[in-house]
């Protein structure tokens, strides 16, 4: 099996993580998959924040009301921001950086969980990208997209079964609905 396919297979959403540090030159590579990604017309749309301070950390849990908790006990986050006012394809610029940093970060040995940010409230219906942006000091056009959290796997998860895959999504010559759907 190629190196690739082993990584995506491989690759689940860690959200329990050891308290210990990444290693600066795995954020590094991190990183450097990130601004490697491809964007449309290059443009680069993205910006990533990483933040390490744990009350930060602790404060960006609380940014939506479901699914971010756990990043009070994450090492790291890498927030990653588009900017609209660099083009109307800043959500998947920014998610195609976001996923390929993922994968760096399973390639490094490292677990990662996307938490969402755009369209999402906190528990009193402020919503998520508010309160990041105020937490963290956004510019005006800049919009946070989601929150990585990184660090040391402290869970296992099963790695992909491809005989589970569903086959039924992939239509050919034209979309033919079957059965299940
Ligand atoms: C667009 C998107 C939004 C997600 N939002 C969250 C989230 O807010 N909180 C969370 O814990 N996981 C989130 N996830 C992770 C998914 O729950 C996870 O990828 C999915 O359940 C499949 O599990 P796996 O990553 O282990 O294969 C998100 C994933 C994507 C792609």
Same mark, same amino acid.
């Given at each position: 099996?190629?190196?690739?396919?082993?990584?995506?297979?491989?690759?689940? *959403?860690? #959200?329990?993580?050891?308290? &210990? !540090? /990444?290693?600066? $030159?795995?954020?590094?590579?991190?990183?450097?998959?990130?601004?490697?990604?491809?964007? *449309?017309? #290059?443009?680069?749309?993205? &910006? !990533? /924040?990483?933040? $390490?301070?744990?009350?930060?950390?602790?404060?960006?849990?609380?940014?939506?009301?479901?699914?971010?908790?756990?990043?009070?006990?994450?090492?790291?986050?890498?927030?990653?921001?588009?900017?609209?006012?660099?083009?109307?394809?800043?959500?998947?610029?920014?998610?195609?950086?976001?996923?390929?940093?993922?994968?760096?970060?399973?390639?490094?040995?490292?677990?990662?969980?996307?938490?969402?940010?755009?369209?999402?409230?906190?528990?009193?219906?402020?919503?998520?990208?508010?309160?990041?942006?105020?937490?963290?000091?956004?510019?005006?056009?800049?919009?946070?997209?989601?929150?990585?959290?990184?660090?040391?796997?402290?869970?296992?998860?099963?790695?992909?079964?491809?005989?589970?895959?569903?086959?039924?999504?992939?239509?050919?010559?034209?979309?033919?609905?079957?059965?299940?759907?």
């Amino acid at each position: 099996m190629s190196n690739f396919l082993n990584l995506i297979i491989k690759r689940r *959403s860690t #959200r329990k993580f050891k308290e &210990e !540090f /990444v290693k600066p $030159e795995q954020l590094e590579q991190i990183l450097k998959a990130g601004l490697m990604a491809p964007s *449309s017309k #290059r443009c680069m749309s993205w &910006e !990533f /924040v990483v933040v $390490e301070e744990k009350s930060v950390l602790k404060q960006l849990s609380a940014c939506k009301a479901n699914g971010a908790s756990f990043l009070a006990n994450a090492p790291i986050a890498i927030v990653i921001l588009g900017n609209e006012l660099k083009t109307d394809v800043w959500i998947e610029d920014a998610s195609i950086a976001a996923i390929i940093m993922q994968l760096q970060a399973e390639e490094q040995g490292l677990g990662s969980c996307w938490i969402q940010v755009r369209n999402r409230n906190d528990a009193q219906g402020i919503a998520a990208e508010e309160n990041v942006c105020e937490l963290l000091n956004i510019p005006e056009g800049y919009h946070p997209l989601c929150i990585l959290a990184l660090g040391v796997k402290d869970e296992e998860k099963t790695p992909f079964d491809e005989s589970k895959l569903k086959w039924e999504k992939v239509h050919l010559g034209s979309f033919e609905q079957t059965q299940a759907e």
